[in-house]
């Protein structure tokens, strides 16, 4: 089993950073990826980004893509995500999710463990 325990995120004003950490943990030897997703109210859950395990590869949905980045701390076995210029748009509760799947990286369903979920609210 894999534990993955989420930190960060809150309120900040349109235009403004925040930064999300995702601590894994138990037999992380099985991950392949780990991704970011969000959901908005009455919204499906959207993929935000990934990177895999190595830290080799990394993954963008087009809306993120210029002000988000996904970066790997391997020693800590954190994954992080930088969000900037954040925007209205941006206000969901973000998770972190870990797939012990190669292969695509973007639909929830090949996901395998999820943290408990931040919301990050953007304002006005």
């Known amino acids: 089993q894999v534990q993955l325990v989420q930190s960060g995120g809150g309120l900040v004003q349109a235009g403004g950073s925040l930064r999300l950490s995702c601590a894994a943990s138990?037999?992380?030897?099985?991950?392949?990826?780990v991704g970011w997703f969000r959901q908005a109210p009455g919204k499906e859950r959207e993929f935000v980004a990934a990177?895999?395990?190595?830290?080799?590869?990394?993954y963008y949905a087009d809306s993120v893509k210029g002000r988000f980045a996904i970066s790997r701390d391997n020693a800590e076995n954190t994954t992080s995500l930088q969000m900037n210029s954040l925007k209205l748009e941006d206000t969901a509760v973000y998770y972190c999710?870990?797939?012990?799947?190669?292969?695509?990286?973007?639909?929830?369903?090949?996901?395998?463990?999820w943290g408990q979920g931040t919301q990050v609210t953007v304002s006005s």
């Open positions: 990177i895999t395990w190595s830290g080799h590869m990394t």
């Open positions: 138990g037999r992380t030897s099985r991950i392949y990826a």
């Open positions: 999710a870990a797939t012990k799947v190669a292969g695509t990286v973007v639909a929830p369903r090949e996901y395998d463990y």
